[in-house]
């Protein structure tokens, strides 16, 4: 193993074969795995049960600039094959931006029933009541999911103005089932902390997501928010809203970082931190992925949900990163 050793080690930059070795755990054919341009997909532990947390890393021939000008093509790059629809938010949010959002006949067939602390689908308990009050329940399914489609368009605008007014204090308290007054921000926040690394290599991405939108990104940087509805195998599609953001940080000028903060999901997930990192490798870029998630505190439930769930996020992120091999999204 020691001669593939050192070719990884004249190839790679110095501090990713560190990272890979002392923070993800790499052995001596993981990282040759990774040299012969090979995926290697890692489940990390946690510490609380209901986080899934994955790593992934391939290379590319791509260089750096012509991965990210690809990156930088949100209408095009955000389109990936589990994901059903899409809409990206104007400046500022408008009616057309969420034109396309529907609510799912099964979502809308439970939605009778849904009230503070046992409610299939993560809303604030306020919403709920609202929903509850608004709609002509005695309407046909279809007149029913019109009215629902129109209610969660209107709520998905005001939810983005208020985010961009507001940031993190903007953030959903989600009164579903297993869950009362659980605070959005209070679950990303979790997630950050508990991938240390971040906040040690990179304080410049903390600093923007924590204060944001008070903070600024360094020039160059490019940002969009979107809606999209992801579908798992065995699962309900998931309906989110996420704030992505792609720079060069300051503190690493051999890498670029595109990274993802879910605001708001209607299934399963507290939270969801996606970062990667585009880093330069001659000839050619590594792609390196961290992928985060905190589920629903489901009594009875998580442990299924979560087994179900593990499987089908780690083969997709090991599709997204062969992929992104060649296309660069």
């Known amino acids: 193993m020691l001669p593939l050793l050192l070719l990884l080690q004249a190839t790679a930059p110095p501090h990713l074969t560190t990272f890979l070795q002392q923070s993800i755990g790499f052995d001596a054919r993981e990282l040759a795995a990774v040299e012969r341009g090979e995926p290697v997909v890692k489940v990390l532990e946690t510490r609380d049960r209901r986080d899934v947390a994955l790593f992934g890393i391939i290379t590319s021939a791509l260089g750096r600039e012509p991965y990210l000008r690809a990156l930088r093509d949100f209408p095009t790059s955000l389109r990936t094959p589990n994901r059903t629809q899409l809409g990206i938010f104007s400046s500022p949010a408008v009616a057309a931006d969420v034109a396309a959002v529907t609510i799912n006949s099964r979502d809308v067939a439970d939605m009778k029933s849904c009230k503070p602390g046992d409610c299939v689908v993560k809303l604030p308990a306020t919403d709920m009541r609202r929903i509850h009050d608004e709609m002509n329940w005695a309407a046909s399914p279809s007149d029913l999911q019109a009215q629902l489609n129109a209610y969660a368009r209107r709520r998905l605008v005001e939810y983005m103005t208020d985010y961009r007014q507001r940031g993190d204090s903007a953030m959903v308290i989600y009164d579903d089932r297993g869950n009362m007054n659980m605070r959005a921000s209070d ?9 240390p690394y971040i906040y040690q290599t990179v304080p ?34 998931i309906l989110s809203v996420t704030h992505l953001v792609v720079f060069t ?7 670029t970082l595109a990274a993802s903060k879910q605001i708001y999901a209607n299934h399963y997930f507290e939270a969801a931190v996606d ?18 998630y905190r589920f629903d505190n489901l009594p009875g439930g998580i442990l299924n949900i979560r087994g179900r769930a593990v499987g089908a996020l ?10 992104q091999q060649t296309t660069g999204k």
């Open 249 to 255: 940080p300051p503190e690493l000028p051999g890498m």
């Open 204 to 237: 410049s991405l903390r600093n923007y997501f924590t204060s944001y939108p008070h903070g600024a990104l360094p020039a160059g940087a490019a940002e969009v928010f979107f809606w999209s509805e992801d579908v798992m195998p065995r699962l309900r599609p």
């Open 314 to 323: 780690r083969d997709q992120l090991t599709l997204d990163l062969r992929r």
């Open 275 to 292: 970062l990667t990192a585009v880093v330069d490798r001659d000839p050619g870029i590594y792609v390196v992925v961290l992928r985060r």
């Open 187 to 195: 679950a990303f926040a979790a997630q950050f902390a508990e991938s």
